[in-house]
């Protein structure tokens, strides 16, 4: 069966610092990947998506940045975190691109910029 | 213009009382999903149930089942015999064709249930 990973689920982290968040998808091959970004008591807001190895697609304009450096693994990065970073970031995988697809998520990573 | 519109932010229902959910959508898409999501207080996304625009039937899956009504553009989620653990947000997502062919999931506000004991 498959299973998506994402790590660290809680993370503080000081203003200007790095950002290194890393999901991997077992049981599969060539999904598509997901970031979104979950304000509290909000919606999820897609802020990258992955359809194969090196392929990223950026959906909103911001201090981040994402890599699909192997067929099953995204990462989610930033050179210096902002205070506005902070929330809940989901990683998901759909296996295709066709209307009737769930996506599966992982637990979430919490980023409190401090 | 709002895709997917959840109007109820939170809900209280006594245990063991149906639930529904409201869930209005905006598309001129003809062939489109519809989603709905658990999102307990731990934080992941659990995937409930799945309406595809072109199903005859209204979805069911154990104690959920989806009020599906095309014309109104409604896709309503109903929780039967509420339990405590249903106490979570809920989320509504239809993912639609689009120009980039991302077919990415477009996600509604939410609404907050918590369920009494």
């Known amino acids: 069966s498959q299973t998506i990973h994402q790590w660290p689920a809680t993370l503080v982290q000081p203003v200007g610092s790095p950002l290194s968040l890393e999901c991997t998808v077992e049981g599969t091959s060539n999904p598509n990947l997901y970031w979104y970004r979950q304000a509290a008591g909000r919606g999820l807001q897609l802020l990258f998506y992955?359809?194969?190895?090196?392929?990223i697609s950026s959906e909103v304009p911001q201090n981040l940045s994402a890599s699909r450096p192997q067929d099953r693994q995204f990462i989610l990065s930033s050179k210096k975190l902002l205070l506005s970073d902070s929330g809940f970031y989901l990683c998901?995988?759909?296996?295709?691109?066709?209307?009737?697809?769930?996506?599966?998520f992982g637990q979430g990573t919490r980023l409190t910029v401090v | 213009a709002q895709k997917i519109t959840q109007t109820q932010p939170g809900m209280f229902v006594q245990e063991k009382e149906a639930v529904t959910l409201d869930c209005t959508y905006d598309?001129?898409?003809?062939?489109?999903?519809l989603f709905w999501y658990k999102q307990p207080s731990s934080g992941e996304m659990i995937f409930l149930i799945y309406q595809g625009s072109y199903d005859q039937q209204n979805a069911t899956e154990g104690r959920y089942s989806l009020n599906f009504q095309k014309a109104r553009k409604s896709a309503n989620l109903v929780i039967s015999a509420s339990q405590l653990g249903d106490s979570a947000m809920y989320f509504c997502a239809m993912r639609e064709p689009s120009t980039d062919s991302n077919y990415q999931l477009i996600w509604g506000a939410g609404t907050k249930l918590i369920i009494k004991p």
């Open positions: 998901a995988w759909s296996a295709t691109r066709r209307v009737g697809t769930e996506a599966f």
């Open positions: 992955s359809v194969g190895i090196g392929q």
């Open positions: 598309t001129s898409d003809p062939s489109y999903g």
